[in-house]
């Protein structure tokens, strides 16, 4: 895995919903019908829309425990 991947996915690990219903909530731990409503509305413009994109894709795959251990480790 690359450096900068590597430093991306610690971020999202780390990342906290900065507005809204999940206000300070961790992304990962936002449900995923959250994600699948801004994938049909458009996600928010700039970093924070990328990283949401990017929870929508982990989670539609399952991928989540990958983060959760991510979020432990670092």
Same mark, same amino acid.
């Given at each position: ?12 690990? %780390?990342?906290?919903?900065p ?12 449900? !995923?019908?959250? =994600? *699948? ?9 700039? %970093? ?9 894709d ?6 989540? !425990?990958?983060? =959760? *251990? ?5």
């Amino acid at each position: 895995m690359l450096s900068g991947n590597k430093a991306a996915l610690i971020e999202l690990a %780390k990342y906290k919903m900065p507005f809204g219903k999940y206000k300070d909530q961790y992304l990962v731990d936002i449900p !995923e019908y959250y =994600y *699948t409503w801004f994938k049909q509305k458009g996600f928010p413009k700039g %970093k924070l829309g990328n990283m949401m994109q990017q929870m929508y894709d982990i989670k539609i795959n399952g991928l989540e !425990e990958l983060i =959760y *251990t991510i979020r432990r480790e670092f």
